[in-house]
């Protein structure tokens, strides 16, 4: 059996008889979550995509989307917390500094360095809200990150930062209050979110701050986010269907408990049409062409669409005790809400929408 194979068939069983159990608990006890990230981290779960030169296993991306849709079908803010770590791993393991990578990838598998990421802003239009400039021995970064996952669980997390000339500079940075008499790093308290809150979700200001040239991952042309968006328009529905799969899960538990035969009839229809959207997204991700671009805009909808109408699915079938906060069908439905919006551009909102309303009326 191959590394990437055993790599996730123990991330499998870690979620199943460790996470599940306490998926209730992980959404509302930062500790708890933390405890669940170190455990990961004694595994040697916490870097799956890192090369083997570094440590591997080195999961290949079709093993990797497995364990994205198992990790949100489990516990959304698991997902929600550590992707963003995962995401740093790959991110930096792409770039061109093999010292960083000589530094960092050894040691994320375990855990013993943990980063986050925070380039949403590169989205944005207008003027960049996260600027830098080329300066003798690095870049100096000033401007605001509206959204770092993470706060108290990564010390770091890989900037993106747009330079002058449109080109985008990445570079590991501290996720913590920097003052001294030539630059501040300022950390915003803790985001107040209907789901996932105790990721720690916060905004970071930053003023005339030095990075090194020896923190700088990467650059990028003008225009890479674009680019990236597009070509992980369908990737992104993986966390999608993971919760999709949560909800059903909850369904397929009230069939076993309620003598109703239309339980059955949708379990085994939402059963059909995950199948089916699986089908689809491998299909959409077989290519990256321009081309195939609406194909895979409307196969993330569809993803978005079927997690919300799951995790419904699953309130009802799971009547008045779905508006308890401790019960598992309004975490799931609070999930899928963040997964609605989850690197979401224009496209993947209009896309989103046009679903929506194409369903109205009788």
Not at 107 to 132: H, N, W, Y
Not at 234 to 241: N, T
């Given at each position: ?6 790599a996730l ?178 950390v ?9 809150g ?59 408990k ?28 077989k ?66 929408l ?9």
């Amino acid at each position: 059996m191959s590394r990437e194979v055993e790599a996730l068939d123990a991330a499998k069983s870690f979620l199943k008889n460790e996470v599940a159990p306490k998926a209730q608990l992980i959404d509302r006890d930062a500790d708890a979550l933390r405890e669940i990230v170190d455990r990961m981290g004694e595994l040697d779960l916490l870097a799956l995509k890192r090369p083997a030169r570094y440590g591997g296993p080195e999961m290949s991306e079709p093993l990797f989307r497995v364990y994205q849709e198992e990790v949100a079908r489990t516990s959304g803010t698991l997902a929600f917390l550590t992707t963003q770590h995962q995401s740093a791993v790959g991110m930096i393991a792409g770039g061109e500094n093999d010292a960083l990578k000589d530094l960092y990838l050894p040691k994320m598998g375990s855990g013993e360095r943990l980063v986050g990421i925070g380039f949403s802003q590169l989205r944005r239009s207008g003027p960049p809200i996260m600027r830098a400039e080329r300066v003798e021995g690095g870049y100096e970064l000033n401007g605001h990150v509206p959204w770092v996952t993470g706060w108290s669980f990564f010390a770091e997390f890989l900037i993106g930062a747009s330079l002058p000339d449109g080109e985008s500079v990445f570079a590991v940075v501290p996720l913590a209050d920097v003052m001294d008499d030539a630059s501040q790093v300022c950390v915003s308290p803790p985001m107040e979110l209907a789901a996932m809150g105790t990721a720690m979700t916060v905004t970071v200001d930053f003023n005339h701050f030095l990075v090194p040239n020896e923190k700088v991952a990467f650059t990028r042309p003008a225009g890479w986010i674009k680019n990236s968006d597009s070509i992980n328009i369908a990737l992104q529905g993986h966390f999608a269907i993971g919760c999709a799969m949560a909800g059903i899960d909850i369904v397929r538990e009230n069939v076993d408990k309620k003598p109703f035969m239309f339980l059955s009839d949708t379990l085994d229809s939402l059963e059909k049409e995950l199948a089916a959207l699986r089908m689809a997204t491998a299909s959409a991700q077989k290519s990256s062409d321009d081309a195939t671009t609406p194909e895979r805009l409307k196969v993330r909808a569809w993803a978005i669409d079927f997690a919300v109408r799951c995790a419904h699915a699953a309130i009802t079938c799971s009547s008045g005790a779905a508006n308890s906060l401790q019960h598992p069908a309004q975490r799931v439905y609070r999930e899928a809400l963040v997964y609605t919006v989850s690197a979401q551009t224009p496209a993947v909102m209009e896309s989103t929408l046009q679903r929506l309303v194409s369903r109205g009326g009788w």
